[in-house]
């Protein structure tokens, strides 16, 4: 018989409760550097790919980032 501690239990249940969240989320990827800059809420029922022009810190300027794969 496995006993879980307090702490143990909240750990698990916050990691699973995380993994819910990632499924909500996308990464935008500089298209100069390709870094990955942002992360943000993806919108139901979108068929193209998000695209932006944000500022990149690897760049120093304001370039397109698009929604990664």
Same mark, same amino acid.
């Given at each position: 018989?496995?006993?879980?501690?307090?702490?143990?239990?909240?750990?698990?249940?916050?990691?699973?409760? /995380?993994?819910?969240?990632?499924? !909500? +989320?996308?990464?935008?990827?500089?298209?100069?550097?390709? $870094?990955?800059?942002?992360?943000?809420?993806?919108?139901?029922?979108?068929?193209?790919?998000? /695209?932006?022009?944000?500022?990149? !810190? +690897?760049?120093?300027?304001?370039?397109?980032?698009?929604? $990664?794969?």
């Amino acid at each position: 018989m496995i006993l879980l501690t307090k702490h143990a239990f909240f750990d698990t249940f916050n990691k699973a409760s /995380e993994l819910i969240n990632m499924k !909500d +989320k996308t990464v935008l990827i500089c298209q100069e550097c390709l $870094s990955r800059n942002y992360e943000v809420k993806k919108t139901p029922g979108r068929t193209e790919r998000f /695209e932006m022009k944000k500022y990149c !810190d +690897k760049c120093k300027k304001h370039t397109i980032h698009k929604e $990664s794969k």
